[in-house]
């Protein structure tokens, strides 16, 4: 299902007239960090979500590069799932607003019907009463979501209304996981946790905060670079905190070292288009 929404996407996206910087947004110079090529830093980091989040989307139960716990609890893998698609979600924005030139109307609405597609089968399955989130939860992904891919497609005038309120229902959904796992198993009825779980939630948290970060900033008129920067500035800020000072991360048991790796590019990545 998801495969055959990004090719959908990817068939309508050429009746889309590619982005255009909006007329008040000036040229702002870039590589204020040194020789470092702003775009080319924020291309490697689309590449680089594009195959991690794949990796975790696709096969979430495989071992991981970072030699994480092995996932046998599918309550556990559906959350890796979707931090998988969090991540393709970045990427996405990255390979279409600054690969090729896309409108913005593309990467929103490959992204809001993978989302879709996900919850549609999460709500064709019950997964509500085996391992959760609860229908509510999946019927508010699927509805926002489908608010931002209809108003794209149709190149409604309300476009922008709905993807501000899928940034904003994405911002409080991942904060509520990062601040407090508790708190994000009890609100979105998550079944079937183990001792691993709380773990992962904060991890999808982090992951959800970072791309909403971007979306909230491409919703409310940033240039795609620019906003690239500020994802970058929340990657920087929040993997620091997750992967080192939360310690339910620290039960799944992921290899610190390679981790870093992700915070230390986003900082440079920020750095070279910010400053």
């Given amino acids: 299902l998801q495969v055959l929404a990004f090719l959908t996407a990817i068939h309508l996206s050429s009746a889309i007239a590619p982005f255009k910087r909006p007329s008040m947004l000036p040229a702002i110079p870039r590589g204020g960090a040194g020789p470092l090529d702003p775009t080319a830093l924020a291309k490697v980091l689309g590449g680089a979500c594009l195959i991690q989040g794949a990796q975790f989307a696709l096969a979430p139960k495989m071992d991981t590069l970072y030699g994480g716990m092995e996932v046998v609890n599918d309550c556990n893998a559906k959350t890796l799932r979707r931090i998988g698609l969090s ?22 609405t490959i992204n809001a019907l993978m989302w879709m597609a996900d919850a549609i089968s999460s709500l064709l399955n019950n997964e509500s009463e085996t391992i959760g989130p609860s229908k509510a939860g999946d019927v508010s992904i699927l509805a926002f979501n489908s608010m931002v891919a209809y108003s794209a497609l149709n190149d409604a005038p309300w476009f922008g209304t709905a993807l501000k309120s899928n940034a904003i229902f994405c911002l409080v959904s991942a904060l509520s ?41 491409l919703a409310w008129g940033v240039d795609p670079l620019t906003a690239v920067g500020h994802a970058c500035v929340a990657t920087a800020i929040l993997d620091v905190k997750t992967f080192f000072f939360a310690p339910e991360v620290d039960k799944l048991g992921f290899n610190k070292a390679l981790l870093g790796i992700w915070p230390c590019f986003a900082a440079v990545t920020a750095a070279s288009i910010l400053m």
């Fill in 177 to 217: 996981c990062l601040v407090s796992p508790s708190l994000g198993i009890k609100l979105w009825d998550v079944k079937g946790d183990d001792e691993l779980t709380p773990g992962c939630i904060t991890c999808i948290g982090c992951s959800i905060a970072n791309v909403s970060t971007l979306l909230a900033s």
């Fill in 87 to 108: 991540v393709v979600n970045m990427g996405v924005h990255i390979y279409c607003l600054l690969f090729k030139g896309y409108d913005l109307k593309v990467s929103t």
